[in-house]
T-cell receptor, first 112, second 115 residues
């Protein structure tokens, strides 16, 4: 699986957009980009995933560069409850995709 | 729609004992994966089960084992517990798409403390 690189920590003001970057320069053509987050001592929560195109759901937007070597997760209006560790993971599609490799993630702190 | 249920939520054991953790996946999900989370090593994949068969395995010693039942419920067992086995054990279930993304839904975890 492609290795991902994320900043260890970020801060964002409540109500502002939080932009979390992720580098995955060795990504293969059949690998998806997934984002999960983990609020303290809870199980990770799925946020969004994408292959080539930008994606948006009720939680966030995912912007993937044209060469697919990096992506940005956008939380449009961050709240205090968005304080968590955010993991960017690259994984193949289909069966076997359940074996996720979690890095250290980005610890996002939303400040009032 | 009920989520992934893990039991027990908390347990304390002593070195040398064994422990069994249980996981009930989301209805209709046939794949169950287990992860271990420790402060030092972070989140690490243990194994994945599908149709009562172990399909993927992480880099853990044989003391860690699991199984899946015909209703997709899964258990994991750790024998001869060591202090380093103290961790949050997470179970995740997913559909098993042959193509496309497979999203994991995680349970709240079972926190094991080994004394």
């Amino acid at each position: 699986d492609a290795k991902t690189t994320q900043p260890p920590s970020m801060d964002c003001a409540e109500g502002r957009a939080a932009n979390l970057p992720c580098n995955h320069s060795t990504i293969s053509g059949n690998e998806y980009v997934y984002w999960y987050r983990q609020i303290h001592s809870q199980g990770p929560q799925y946020i969004i995933h994408g292959l080539k195109n930008n994606e948006t759901n009720e939680m966030a937007s995912l912007i993937i560069t044209e060469d697919r070597k990096s992506s940005t997760l956008i939380l449009p209006h961050a709240t205090l409850r968005d304080t968590a560790v955010y993991y960017c993971i690259v994984r193949v599609a289909g069966q076997g995709a359940q074996k996720l490799v979690f890095g250290q993630g980005t610890r996002l702190t939303i400040n009032p | 729609k009920a989520g992934v249920t893990q039991t027990p939520r908390y347990l304390i054991k002593t070195r040398g004992q064994q422990v069994t953790l249980s996981c009930s996946p989301i209805s209709g999900h046939r794949s169950v994966s287990w992860y271990q989370q420790t402060p030092g090593q972070g989140l690490q994949f243990l194994f994945e089960y599908f149709s009562e068969t172990q399909r993927n395995k992480g880099n853990f010693p044989g003391r860690f084992s699991g199984r899946q039942f015909s209703n997709s419920r899964s258990e994991m067992n750790v024998s001869t517990l060591e202090l380093g086995d103290s961790a949050l054990y997470l179970c995740a279930s997913s559909q098993d798409r042959l193509a496309g993304a497979n999203v994991l839904t995680f349970g709240a975890g079972s926190r094991l403390t080994v004394l």
